[in-house]
């Protein structure tokens, strides 16, 4: 079932052209859409409660996406209470991409930043993507249990088989936006994933800067780093607003909502070019130190 509101009542579409960058063999067009502001404000806001209550929330946003069925699923993972969430839209072929954030929060704060932010974007994101065809199948999946160490997601990779984890072609992690702009972990991000996210915040003229946040510590990523799957981390941490982390200041007040919704807009966009271009079937390469396109972004 879809939701009973007109899609055309909250969805936008944009026609973007790419921008030639660096050298590109050809520049296109791109067309993705993206829900307004308003819907998805009102599904950051519904981050309120403990865990298995935004468990029940993120389902419900799913839902309201248009992902129900069979295509929704909870995988119930080992030693935690609430399950990894996960929503299924296919491709025309069985090549994946993996749209990770988690739900879980530390109680110190409100959590709304460190994940909701994250989680409560994926169903905005499958819904703008399930209405054109599609090369990949996407697979947005909120873990469960990141902050007891990364522990949904390391159960959820676990659990493929040799022949599964070969089919993931890349894995996009987002924790902790809304903070502010959007940043990437670039010596902890596959080249050639960042290089695309470049050409696409260049096309936007959406905001990206570098902020590699070791010192903090990891997500979700880690666990298919593991498994050699390319990976990047977009976050919206600064120096400035590290001590937001795990504290009682990660409430709504926090929040910048139109630096959130142009992290919407770049990854919605991001999305629809990986789709398009198709991503390399190579090994990852994330030495920080190799010449790279993560060179080419501002550090913060
Ligand atoms: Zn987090």
Redesign the pocket.
């Known amino acids: 079932m879809k939701s009973p509101r007109s899609q055309s009542m909250f969805a936008s579409t944009l026609i973007i052209a790419l921008a030639m960058w660096p050298a590109m063999a050809a520049a296109g067009e791109l067309h993705f859409s993206v829900v307004d502001r308003e819907v998805l404000e009102a599904r950051l806001k519904s981050y309120k409660g403990n865990d298995s209550r935004r468990e029940a929330t993120l389902k419900g946003l799913f839902e309201e996406a248009g992902c129900t069925g069979e295509k929704l699923t909870e995988q119930p993972v080992k030693g935690l209470k609430q399950p990894n969430i996960i929503c299924e839209l296919p491709g025309n072929t069985d090549s994946v991409i993996v749209v990770g954030a ?1 739900y879980d ?1 530390v109680d110190r704060g409100d959590g709304v930043i ?2 909701w932010s ?1 989680a409560s974007m994926l169903p905005s994101l499958y819904q703008m993507l399930k209405n054109q065809p599609r090369q990949y199948t996407f697979l947005f999946i909120s873990f469960a249990g ?2 007891k160490g990364l522990v949904g997601s390391k159960f959820y990779v676990k659990g493929l088989a040799p022949e599964q984890v070969k089919k993931i072609r890349a894995m996009i992690c987002m ?2 936006l809304a903070l502010g702009p959007t940043e990437v972990w670039v010596s902890h991000s596959d080249q050639a994933l960042i290089h695309q996210l470049l050409r696409i915040a260049l096309s936007l003229k959406a905001p990206l800067t570098r902020m590699d946040v070791e010192k903090v510590g990891e ?1 979700d990523e880690e666990s298919f780093i593991q498994q050699k799957v390319p990976t990047i981390t977009l976050h919206s941490l600064t120096e400035k607003t590290l001590s937001v ?1 795990h504290s009682p200041q990660d409430n709504y007040s926090a929040v910048h909502f139109d630096d959130y919704y142009e992290s919407y807009r770049l990854v919605s966009a991001y999305l629809a070019l990986l789709d398009q271009e198709g991503l390399p079937a190579t090994a990852p390469t994330s030495n920080p130190s190799a010449p790279g396109a993560g060179n080419a972004l501002q550090q913060h």
């Open positions: 988690h929060h460190d994940n994250g990141e902050e924790d902790t997500s982390l």
